[in-house]
């Protein structure tokens, strides 16, 4: 696969692609739902005996909090989507304009690949839907922290309830790291500027 606009990572005086606040909260939603993920691999709500006194129960107490947070991310982000039509059509073009996202589909058809950066295209569109998606786990294991039983006490019907529909997207959020990560990992290969959004000082 090729690269149009390839460029090096190496070239230290140029400008950042990405405004601060895209790589504030890139930083806070990239590494808070990536906690998220593998802390749910080994955690364990033990709505019984509530006591933390295992690895395993803390985690699920960082689980809880580290949510939380990236709740707030999330939050913010979305302020910014409201506020800024030409960061609202880069992730969501339902108005158009449409070219750049069937442009990136014939380089892909042709084995090529989009340069990175904050533009309208496939890749956003698919940051977008990646958005959507975590916000909806935010929402739902916010909802999730005010109905946890206190005191030991049983979890309630309410929260019963509550727990599928948290879990019933987690497999897609995996499905989107997944994907994510490996076109960091392919555009990285290339030596494409793609480090650029981890670079929160300049
Ligand atoms: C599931 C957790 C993650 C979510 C929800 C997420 C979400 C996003 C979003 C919304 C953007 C667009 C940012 C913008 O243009 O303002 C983006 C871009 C990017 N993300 Fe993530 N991210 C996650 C995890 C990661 C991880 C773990 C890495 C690297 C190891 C990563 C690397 C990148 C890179 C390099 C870009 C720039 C891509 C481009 O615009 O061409 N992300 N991500
Ligand atoms: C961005 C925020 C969050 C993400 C991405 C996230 C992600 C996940 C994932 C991937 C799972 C595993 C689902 C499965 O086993 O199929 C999970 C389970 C769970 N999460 Fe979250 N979570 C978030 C926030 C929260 C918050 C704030 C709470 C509040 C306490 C919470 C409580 C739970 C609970 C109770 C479970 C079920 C555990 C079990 O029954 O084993 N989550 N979460």
Known sequence: MSLKNNSSDSDADRENLWPPEARWLHAGIAAGVTIQLFSSLWMTPDWQHADYASFTQLLFSFHAWVGLTTALF?????????????????????????????????????????????????????????????????????????????????????????????????????????????MFAVHLLRRDRILDIFRLGS
Do not use: E
């Open 74 to 182: 999330l939050l913010w982000q979305w302020l910014w989507i409201a506020t800024s039509a030409p960061v609202r059509r880069q992730f969501f073009p339902f108005m158009g304009p449409w070219h750049p996202i069937f442009n990136d589909l014939r380089l892909l058809l042709r084995g090529q690949l989009q340069a990175p950066g904050p533009a309208s295209g496939l890749a956003a569109l698919l940051h977008g839907l990646g958005l959507l998606l975590v916000s909806w786990m935010a929402l739902t294991g916010t909802v999730i922290f005010f109905f946890l039983p206190q005191g030991g006490t049983p979890p309630g019907a309410l929260l019963q309830n509550l727990i599928p529909l948290h879990k019933a997207l987690s497999n897609l959020v995996w499905a989107y790291w997944i994907g994510h990560v490996g």
